[in-house]
């Protein structure tokens, strides 16, 4: 499973958050979307990344942009590191093989 990029705190029914959601699913990135509403943990999460209990919230890299920002949403994007999933970390030889290598038999 990819782990995704992008975790967006937002609420059903904010016009901001519908906003952010439509540009963020315009990206193509990978991401969770968390209502800080549902539950106490939620929001914990949330307050954890930023300073507000404000939506939208959007976490890229370890960095939260508060509100929604076009502009400063595509900047966040093209600043934060792609991390590769841990998932899809192969060594050169489960890539490529080697025939040419004898059996390890000890």
Known sequence: MTTPRIVFYATASCPHCAA???????????FVEIDPLSSPEALREMLAC????VVPT??????AL??????RFGQMLREAPIVPDPA????EEELFGNDDDPPNNR
């Open 20 to 30: 952010a959601r439509a540009a963020i699913l315009a990206s193509g990135e990978s």
């Open 50 to 53: 930023s300073v507000a209990a």
């Open 58 to 63: 959007i976490v890229i890299g370890g960095r």
């Open 66 to 71: 508060v509100g929604f920002d076009a502009e």
């Open 88 to 91: 899809d970390d192969y060594t």
